[in-house]
């Protein structure tokens, strides 16, 4: 009677290969899901994106935003239209601006962590230091409503000083009778500091300055404080003491950039500047000219 083969012994080791070819198989897509999930938390590879404004570095409470401090990205759109709302897509319209928290190195800017004004954001957390460039001085000035248009100013903002005199002040010869003349001075003063009131300034948000019991702020800021060379604080020293001083705001379309490190020739640094007189206003300004 013909009997049945035994059944032949798999080759030692034959399983092997497919258990090691199974578990980097299964690596591999461990690996595959993790990093498709970690791209736009989620959302659809190839979808609609939005380009934001983030923090390049960390900025700090109270810190005055440059273009040194942002960057942009591209985030996916979730279709929720509404998280767009307080985003920024371009760097221009936060710089300037005070950030309301510690705003961490990447994170999404959003309106809610910035103020236009630095006195809504609570002091306790103030830098060390004012945001001065090298070579030059911070100078406080008086403002009102007339004189410093209606309160308008802010930090970030860039004024012109006019003044207004008469020539008498330049004549060396008293028989001349003079005139009375108006001048532009400075053209290009940044605002660094506001004190000590502020009238129902927006944050960047769009909240409005109240104080602890909820009503809005009254009254117009007294004081501008301003950034310039140690040689333009004389002379406006001179013109706050001799002459009548307005101020213009000028349009946020005509801002240039902020000062970076002094590269007046005429005054490098502090300890050029070498007083100012009657005589060196006229040689810088030509009053008697007008």
């Known amino acids: 009677m013909a009997v049945a083969p035994a059944a032949a012994r798999p080759r030692p080791g034959g399983g092997r290969l497919f258990i090691i070819v199974g578990f980097l198989l299964a690596v591999v897509a461990f690996g595959a899901v993790f990093f498709l999930g970690s791209l736009g938390g989620g959302a659809s590879i190839g979808g609609p994106s939005q380009t934001v404004v983030i923090a390049k570095q960390a900025i700090p409470l109270r810190h005055q935003i440059t273009a040194a401090d942002l960057s942009t990205a591209k985030i996916a759109l979730t279709g929720n239209e509404s998280s767009l709302a307080n985003i920024y897509a371009n760097t221009k319209d936060v710089e300037n601006l005070i950030a309301e928290i510690n705003i961490s190195k990447g994170a999404v800017i ?9 006195n809504l954001v609570p002091a306790g957390s103030a830098p060390a230091y004012l945001p001065l460039a090298k070579g030059y001085v911070a100078m406080t000035i008086p403002t009102g409503e007339q004189q410093g248009v209606a309160g308008h100013i802010s930090v970030g903002d860039y004024i012109t000083v006019i003044v207004s005199t008469n020539t008498s002040l330049f004549q060396t010869k008293t028989t001349t009778q003079g005139k009375l003349v108006s001048k532009t001075v400075f053209v290009d003063l940044r605002i660094i500091g506001l004190g000590p009131a502020a009238a129902n300034v927006q944050a960047a948000g769009g ?13 117009v800021t007294s004081s501008l404080t301003v950034e310039l060379t140690q040689c333009d604080a004389e002379y406006l020293t001179w013109f706050l003491n001799n002459t009548n001083v307005r101020y213009t705001l000028k349009s946020f379309k005509d801002y240039g950039t902020a000062p970076t490190d002094n590269q007046d020739p005429s005054c490098p640094q502090i300890t050029s500047a070498g007083g100012v007189t009657n005589t060196q206003v006229e040689a810088r300004y030509h009053f008697t000219a007008l």
Do not use: H, N, R, V
């Open 110 to 118: 959003t309106s809610d962590m910035l103020a236009k004004d630095i």
């Open 207 to 219: 909240g409005s300055t109240t104080t602890q019991g909820g009503a809005p702020t009254t009254g």
